[in-house]
C-alpha cells in the first residue's frame, strides 16, 4: 500500500500523520517538542515505524510548522511548507466549500480565510497568551481543574459571567472577584471560555471575513465550552474535524503526496533516521566585522546545512563542497 508522511514541528508539540492514497488517516503521533525538535521527529519516525505493516510504502515525505526546514533536513523532504498552506490543504480536503479555519494550539492561534479553496486572508498571532490555549491552562491551574473538563462544565453554566480576559494577569485577579460575588465555577469557566473567543476575535480575528462553513481546529478545539463560545459570538455554525489536533501533519502529508507525483521519486531517508546521529553546532565567523553566528546541521558527521551568515559564506560552502565539515 502507498502511504505519505506529514511531520509538523512546533514549539509546543510535534505531530506526525501517515495517510494512505485516499486521504485517510493510518496513524498519527503526538509529542511534545520540550526544546528539543530533533529528538521529537526521530522519536515519532520511530513510533509510527515500529507500529508499521509490511506491506506499506512510505511513497513521500513532508513538513510543516515552526521547525519545517529543520525536520525537512532530517527526514529527508519532499516538499516543506509553511503552516498556513498545510492546514488550508488539509481543512480543504475534509470540507471542500471551507471558508474559514479557526485554529488555536497551545501557544499560537491562527485564523486563515479561504474562498473557491484559495488562501485569501491570513492572520497568525505567536505572542500574546491571551488568545491561546495557555490562557485557559494557566486558569485551570489556578482553578485546581484538569483542562480535560473545562468543556463539560462550560457547557453546564446557567448565565454567563463576563471576566476581563484580555491578559492573563487581569484574568486572574477578576476571576478572584466574581468567585467572591458567588458565581459557580462553572459559570467562571464558561466566562473564560468566552474571554478567551473575544480576545482571539479582537485580536487576529479583527476585520477578518468570517464566513460559514467554519472548521475550528487546533488542540483547544477538543474544548466542547470554546467551540460553543464560537457560535454564540459568531452566530455561525462551527465544526470540529475529527483530526482536529493534527491538521497540519496531514496538510504537510497530501502535499507530499502531491509533490512525489510530479516528480516521481521520494527522498524519504528511511526509518532509519531515528537511529541517526543529528546534531547542531555553532560557531562565529571572523572573516568580517558582522561577527555572524553560523549555525550547521550534521549528520553522521556530514554537513547538511548551514544558516545564520549574511553573505552567504558558509551556506555556499555546503553546495560548493558537499557534505564537507571543512569550514576553511
Ligand atoms: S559570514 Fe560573511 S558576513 Fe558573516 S562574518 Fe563571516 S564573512 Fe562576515
Given at each position: 500500500?502507498?502511504?505519505?508522511l506529514?511531520?509538523?514541528v512546533?514549539s509546543?508539540s510535534?505531530d506526525?500523520?501517515?495517510?494512505d492514497?485516499d486521504?485517510n488517516?493510518?496513524?498519527?503521533v503526538?509529542?511534545?517538542?520540550?526544546?528539543?525538535p530533533i529528538?521529537a521527529v526521530?522519536?515519532?519516525?520511530?513510533q509510527i515505524?515500529?507500529?508499521?505493516?509490511?506491506?506499506?510504502?512510505?511513497?513521500?515525505?513532508?513538513?510543516?510548522?515552526?521547525?519545517?526546514?529543520?525536520?525537512g533536513?532530517?527526514?529527508?523532504?519532499d516538499?516543506?511548507?509553511n503552516e498556513i498552506t498545510?492546514?488550508?490543504?488539509?481543512s480543504?480536503r475534509?470540507?471542500?466549500?471551507?471558508?474559514?479555519i479557526?485554529?488555536?494550539?497551545?501557544?499560537?492561534?491562527?485564523?486563515?480565510i479561504?474562498?473557491?479553496?484559495?488562501?485569501t486572508d491570513?492572520?497568525?498571532?505567536t505572542?500574546?497568551a491571551?488568545?491561546?490555549?495557555?490562557f485557559?491552562?494557566?486558569?485551570?491551574?489556578?482553578l485546581g481543574?484538569?483542562i480535560?473538563?473545562?468543556?463539560d462544565?462550560?457547557?453546564?453554566?446557567?448565565t454567563s459571567?463576563?471576566?476581563?480576559g484580555?491578559?492573563?494577569?487581569?484574568a486572574e485577579?477578576?476571576?478572584?472577584?466574581?468567585?467572591?460575588l458567588g458565581?459557580?465555577t462553572?459559570?467562571?469557566?464558561?466566562?473564560?471560555?468566552?474571554?478567551l473567543?473575544?480576545?482571539?476575535?479582537?485580536n487576529i480575528?479583527k476585520?477578518k471575513d468570517?464566513?460559514e462553513p467554519?472548521?475550528?481546529?487546533?488542540g483547544?478545539?477538543?474544548?466542547?465550552g470554546?467551540?460553543a463560545?464560537?457560535?454564540?459570538?459568531?452566530?455561525?455554525?462551527v465544526?470540529v474535524p475529527e483530526?482536529y489536533g493534527?491538521?497540519?501533519?496531514?496538510?504537510?502529508a497530501?502535499?507530499?503526496?502531491?509533490?512525489?507525483?510530479?516528480q516521481?521519486?521520494?527522498r524519504f531517508k528511511g526509518f532509519?533516521?531515528s537511529?541517526?546521529?543529528?546534531v547542531n553546532?555553532?560557531f562565529?565567523c571572523?572573516?568580517?566585522a558582522?561577527m555572524?553566528?553560523?549555525?550547521?546541521?550534521?549528520q553522521n558527521?556530514?554537513?547538511l546545512?548551514?544558516w545564520?551568515?549574511?553573505c552567504?559564506?558558509w551556506?555556499?560552502?555546503i553546495?560548493?563542497?558537499?557534505?564537507s565539515l571543512?569550514?576553511?
Amino acid at each position: 500500500m502507498k502511504t505519505y508522511l506529514g511531520v509538523d514541528v512546533g514549539s509546543v508539540s510535534t505531530d506526525i500523520a501517515l495517510i494512505d492514497e485516499d486521504g485517510n488517516v493510518l496513524d498519527s503521533v503526538y509529542l511534545r517538542t520540550q526544546g528539543q525538535p530533533i529528538k521529537a521527529v526521530q522519536d515519532g519516525i520511530r513510533q509510527i515505524g515500529d507500529r508499521l505493516d509490511g506491506n506499506v510504502k512510505v511513497c513521500g515525505v513532508g513538513t510543516t510548522g515552526s521547525g519545517r526546514q529543520l525536520a525537512g533536513l532530517i527526514v529527508g523532504a519532499d516538499i516543506v511548507k509553511n503552516e498556513i498552506t498545510a492546514h488550508a490543504v488539509a481543512s480543504s480536503r475534509i470540507l471542500p466549500d471551507v471558508h474559514t479555519i479557526l485554529e488555536i494550539g497551545g501557544q499560537d492561534s491562527k485564523i486563515i480565510i479561504l474562498r473557491n479553496g484559495i488562501v485569501t486572508d491570513f492572520a497568525m498571532n505567536t505572542v500574546c497568551a491571551a488568545g491561546t490555549g495557555s490562557f485557559l491552562d494557566q486558569q485551570a491551574y489556578r482553578l485546581g481543574i484538569p483542562i480535560e473538563k473545562f468543556g463539560d462544565m462550560a457547557l453546564k453554566a446557567n448565565t454567563s459571567v463576563r471576566i476581563a480576559g484580555r491578559c492573563t494577569v487581569f484574568a486572574e485577579s477578576d476571576m478572584i472577584h466574581k468567585q467572591q460575588l458567588g458565581y459557580s465555577t462553572e459559570e467562571i469557566i464558561n466566562g473564560l471560555c468566552e474571554a478567551l473567543v473575544r480576545n482571539y476575535l479582537n485580536n487576529i480575528g479583527k476585520g477578518k471575513d468570517i464566513a460559514e462553513p467554519i472548521l475550528f481546529q487546533g488542540g483547544v478545539a477538543a474544548n466542547k465550552g470554546i467551540k460553543a463560545a464560537f457560535e454564540r459570538a459568531l452566530g455561525m455554525d462551527v465544526v470540529v474535524p475529527e483530526y482536529y489536533g493534527i491538521m497540519g501533519a496531514i496538510g504537510a502529508a497530501l502535499l507530499a503526496e502531491e509533490a512525489v507525483k510530479r516528480q516521481d521519486v521520494t527522498r524519504f531517508k528511511g526509518f532509519e533516521i531515528s537511529d541517526m546521529s543529528f546534531v547542531n553546532n555553532g560557531f562565529d565567523c571572523n572573516g568580517c566585522a558582522n561577527m555572524c553566528e553560523v549555525v550547521e546541521f550534521v549528520q553522521n558527521g556530514c554537513v547538511l546545512a548551514r544558516w545564520g551568515d549574511k553573505c552567504g559564506k558558509w551556506t555556499n560552502s555546503i553546495y560548493n563542497k558537499e557534505s564537507s565539515l571543512n569550514r576553511a
